[in-house]
Nanobody, 114 residues
Framework: QVQLVESGGGLVQPGGSLRLSCAASVTIFSIHTMGWYRQAPGKQRKWVAIIMSGGGTTYADSVKGRFTISRDNAEKTVYLQMNSLKPEDTAVYYC????????WGQGTQVTVSS
């Protein structure tokens, strides 16, 4: 069974930065397209950033220019650097493969508030 462990969330002021990490316990990590998702209270989970096995990236319009997804295949880890954070970025952040592994990880809470 695959385990996904997200970390790095916290409370940050608007305009601040956080770096999220997600470690995946898979036999081979490098072949998978990975994504970061977020779920705000009362809303559906949505993807925010995707990184393909070759390193190509795609971002949701709401985070483009502020978030950067990256990966370390040797460490089987995917990262999300979040800059210029806004209150509307407040959510639980998850990572997963595309298509998703089951089960999802526990996520990491990001709260942007003054």
């Amino acid at each position: 069974q695959v385990q996904l462990v997200e970390s790095g969330g916290g409370l940050v002021q608007p305009g601040g930065s956080l770096r999220l990490s997600c470690a995946a316990s898979v036999t081979i990590f490098s072949i998978h397209t990975m994504g970061w998702y977020r779920q705000a209270p009362g809303k559906q989970r949505k993807w925010v950033a995707i990184i393909m096995s070759g390193g190509g990236t795609t971002y949701a319009d709401s985070v483009k220019g502020r978030f950067t997804i990256s990966r370390d295949n040797a460490e089987k880890t995917v990262y999300l650097q979040m800059n210029s954070l806004k209150p509307e970025d407040t959510a639980v952040y998850y990572c997963n493969r595309i298509p998703a592994f089951s089960p999802w990880g526990q996520g990491t809470q990001v709260t942007v508030s003054s």
